[in-house]
């Protein structure tokens, strides 16, 4: 299933390259890419993990292990009824829903959940605390695939769509910080008495404060589908500043942690603690600088256009907000050669320099 992964983003990759798209986004690839996606990428990896629970010795099912079966079963099915476009000849509004649907869950029941299930784990395990509550785990789990597959119509809030469609994903949009905040107070309650070992353990900090970016992330994601906020800020740079704080911001800080504690018990070493704080605040201060210069630059576009300011002036007025974008985005890319030459100096160190690392019971 790696090999196929790895095999398939070359291809695709290839493929962009060389022009063949489908022309809507998030939804590029050609079909017969999507077809290698669903047949060889997805639907192995999903029998995998499913009979793998089903043959299970144990009697219980941990919060990650629920939202990775329930993450695969909604990607499988989102992307193969979303790509039938193709095959279909599904066009117009239509195609465009089914497109905005597939773009939008692609975020919130893969990544987003995928993201959580992992801070799930890598909290509990590695302050050495409980999960606080799986009722509040139920709710997280629950709460997430019923709201976050529904609303992708919000993307459409201007175009000619039905009015209670636009209502509905506004709604269940906005019911997203429901599970969003049960997943951060469960989180952070299970730190208690623990918080030292945000300073003290890598994987930990960076599991913490992408789930810290969590707050801003759902705030941001619930209010900005209401009709109201959605007309001013559609269309500009607030947008782009918000996805980023999903994927560049909550996501990549858990997987990071994720790689952090997975690798080094893989090759049974441990990183280099320097390099590691330097990827890290690399990575958080030009993320910071990223995301709030975006957002800034976001709030600028969204007041020309309400007052009908010439759009080349708005050009203009962000144009520092995207100098220090570019630095901020500079920093990022900086961290994360750090975080390649630190694991090739760990996994590639004479064994009498590598330092071992410890499994603690």
């Known amino acids: ?181 049960a997943f951060i107070a469960n989180a952070l309650l299970t730190m208690q008495g623990k918080w030292k070992l945000f300073v003290e353990v890598p994987a930990l900090r960076w599991a913490i404060t992408g789930t810290l970016m969590g707050i801003p992330l759902f705030f941001q994601g619930g209010f900005q589908q209401t009709r109201a906020i959605n007309w001013y800020i559609h269309g500009t740079h607030w947008i782009v500043a918000h996805a980023h704080l999903a994927l560049l911001g909550f996501s990549s800080f858990v997987e990071i942690g994720a790689m952090y504690y997975g690798l080094e018990r893989l090759l049974k070493r441990k990183f280099n603690p ?9 990575m958080t201060i030009g993320f910071i600088i990223f995301w709030t210069s975006l957002t800034a630059a976001g709030l600028i576009q969204a007041a020309a256009k309400v007052y009908e300011i010439p759009y080349v002036a708005s050009v203009q007025a962000s144009h520092p907000y995207m100098v220090a974008r570019s630095w901020g985005g500079f920093m990022i890319i900086t961290g994360q050669w750090i975080f390649l030459y630190n694991l090739y100096r760990t996994a590639t160190a004479p064994a009498h320099k590598a330092v071992p690392y410890e499994v603690k019971a």
Request: hydrophobic share 50%; proline share 5%; glycine share 8%.
């Open 274 to 282: 320097t390099l590691e704080l330097y990827h890290y605040w690399l």
């Open 1 to 181: 299933n790696i090999w196929l992964w790895n095999l398939g983003i070359m291809v695709a990759d290839v493929s962009l390259d060389l022009g063949m798209s489908s022309g809507r986004e998030y939804s590029d690839f050609a079909w017969p890419i999507d077809i290698y996606v669903i047949a060889f990428i997805l639907v192995p990896l999903g029998v995998n993990v499913w009979m793998t629970v089903l043959t299970r010795t144990v009697k219980g099912i941990y919060p990650t292990t629920w939202i990775m079966m329930a993450g695969l079963l909604y990607l499988v099915t989102v992307y193969s009824m979303s790509q039938s476009v193709e095959v279909f000849h599904v066009t117009g509004l239509n195609e465009a829903l089914l497109t905005w649907w597939n773009a939008h869950n692609q975020l919130g029941i893969w990544i987003t959940p995928i993201s959580i299930g992992i801070a799930m784990y890598l909290i509990p395990k590695l302050s050495g605390n409980p999960l606080y509550s799986h009722k509040l785990a139920h709710l997280t789990f629950w709460g997430l695939f019923a709201f976050y597959s529904t609303p992708g119509a919000h993307h459409m809030m201007g175009a000619p769509v039905p009015e209670w469609l636009k209502s509905f994903a506004s709604v269940s949009g906005v019911l997203i910080l429901v599970p969003g905040m």
